[in-house]
């Protein structure tokens, strides 16, 4: 059973691999600090950090079709614009 | 309930991640793989990078498709969730019509989905469906012609699928109202309205979050009923997400593209159900 | 108004009967009746396309078929969704709501373009065209449910009837399937159900991924629907056969679906 029908490219493969990285992280540090750190933010709802990330990485996603569709291709924007929402949600949400 | 802590939990959930991961995570990946690529069948495929998410976010298409799903699944909900409740509520509570009611109810959601679309195909066709011939009576009616009565066919072939599982979700939410709840209303002399906000709202809170949640995932991936019932016509004017999406990937054989869209007809569907879950879910860690 | 309110319900089910009334009507009719004129019941009553379907093995072979992948994707999801539905119901665990949540996603995904890369993938694995494949890529959705489902019953067991049983000696496999299990028979028939209902109406991904051996009935209904033209007697009749396993399982759970959800978390 080869795997070429998954039409694996390096630029998929890398993705892939820093989300599988982001979890590890997560688990790591969960080890580390046990409980999620749980708060109430800005949203009015109670997040642990792993909500967190899951926001961080929905809203990235739609940051990056926001700028495909209304601005242009060229992405690099796109991904430091992700990078600073991500950090507000760890901040402040 | 409290619960204890304990990882050791994970090796009960492993037959389960392994089983869905497998059928979730390598196709996902794999749509993910083309959505970037160009391919001419073969398994010979070229990197494209983010073209096709471009051209799907710019093209009419893509929009008027998801403009007519967005309406379908919020007038379906509009319809469904009232309509079910209103059925569960004014349904008898215990004896011999309760076992009739259920069973008869639950009917039409055990038929294969495109058994559904030929019974409402056959159904109201207008020279030779019952329904058909009973509209076409009082007005002009032809689902495969006027846009609008495809829609109302529509609409009206979702919410018999479909209403009955509202029926049952909330049938059982107040099957769980002890007798003294009702008994000490009555005592206090409380309108039905107040019984119905105070007593029976309240704990069928938890089965409408469940009936909603699954009726908006469901109704949003629709794609066997209306491909039988009207294959998304006349024109486009039922062509819903999942019925463009078969078109562009198995008609057309536009894998790229048809990827790209899926990709983001899933992050939509992702966020919308979070956003649900997260608004309905939020009263439920204070009690 | 009270007086009344059983004519919500009634109506409600005349309307639910209607078309299958429809239904059933076409498939005592002739084609030739069907296609010729408008008629409230069958003129020429005939059990003909009942009599194709029963004797022909092209027709019957599919709702063996279907009922052979509906029953073995049923007893995996509630096999493999009984402990962790335990676990969700018992313990906190690394990761345990987005796990949850995950899982729910995967009831989401949706299915159109998911058909491709299911079939290249059970064709890599080699077991394209069989009946476990369908079974297998049907726990996609029902393995969710039903470890949703069990896990609100579960949590309406209180958790000192683990613990009395762990001080009595017992081990825990032992008590899983003594006294636990019993405790929650009414919670496994509901999430049974909805498995069995869900796998038996589902038709894009058990199409793509048969061919011939384990074809669904469903898919042999539209192959044969567009092969030789429009025999709508023979579909009529194909339709009102594939409510009839339906129909038995819901009598059989009849009362476990009104006790049933009320007994668990709802």
Redesign the interface.
Known sequence: MGL??????W??AT??GVIALLLVAMTVWEFASPGGAPRRGVLG??TTRGDRL?ISL?GS??IH?AW??LVG?D?WWALGLSLIYAVAVFRWV | ??????????F??L???A??A???I?????????S??E?FGD?V?F?E???W??QV??SDRFHAALGRQLTFTFTILAIEIPLGV??AL???RRGFW??V???????????????VG???N??SLP?????G?VLNSFTHYNYTREPGDAWFTLILMDV?HW??LV???A???L??IPDAFYQAAKIDGAS?WAVFRYIQLP??K??LI?AV??RF??S??I??EPA?LTGGGPGNATTL??ID??KI??GQFD?GP??A??I????I???L??IF??VMM?GE?QQ | ?RRL?????AL??L??????Y??LN?SFKTTNE??G??T?WPRNFTLASYREILTNPVWYNGYINSIIYVTVNTL?SV???L??A?????????G?KH?F?W????????????????F??YSAIGLFDTHIAVA??H??FN??LA??ILEGFM?GVP?EVDETAYIDGYSFPRFFVKIFMPLIASGIGVAAFFCF?FS?????LAKTLTSVEAKP??AI??RT?SASGYE?GL??AA?AL??V???V???FV??Y??????????
């Open positions: 070429t029908w998954m039409a694996w490219t630029q998929t993705f892939f709802i109670e899951f929905l996603a739609f079709l495909l569709g291709p992405l | 309930m409290d619960k204890t802590w304990n990882n050791r939990a994970w009960m959930v037959p389960v991640l089983l869905v497998f059928n979730a390598i196709p996902l990946m794999t749509v993910v793989n083309y970037v690529q391919t398994n495929f990197f990078g983010v073209i998410f471009q976010l710019n209103a059925i004014a349904m008898p309760v076992s009611c259920l069973v008869l109810m639950a009917l039409p959601l055990l038929i294969p989905w495109n058994v030929a019974i409402w056959i159904f020279d030779i469906g019952l329904l011939r018999w209403t009955s029926v049952l979700l049938y059982a939410g099957q769980s039905p704990k069928m938890r089965v469940i949640l699954l995932m469901d949003f991936m794609y066997t039988v997400l999942s999406l078969v990937a198995l894998l048809a990827a869209m899926s983001i007809y899933f992050l569907v992702l966020l159900s979070w879950y997260t939020r860690g | 108004m309110g059983w004519l919500i319900p409600y089910i309307f639910l009967m209607v078309p299958i429809w239904l076409m069907i296609l004129g408008f409230l995996i096999a493999a969704a402990p962790a335990y676990a969700f119901s018992r313990y906190r665990f690394l345990d796990l949540f899982l729910l996603t995967n009831r989401m995904a949706p299915p159109a373009v998911f058909a491709l890369p299911f290249q993938l297998l890529a726990c996609l393995i969710p470890v949703w949590s958790k209902m038996w109406v589902e038709l894009l009935i469903a209904m539209t629907a709508l579909l009529a339709g594939t409510i396993p339906g129909a399982v819901i009598y009849r009362n679906i009104a006790k049933g959800f009320a007994l668990g978390r709802v």
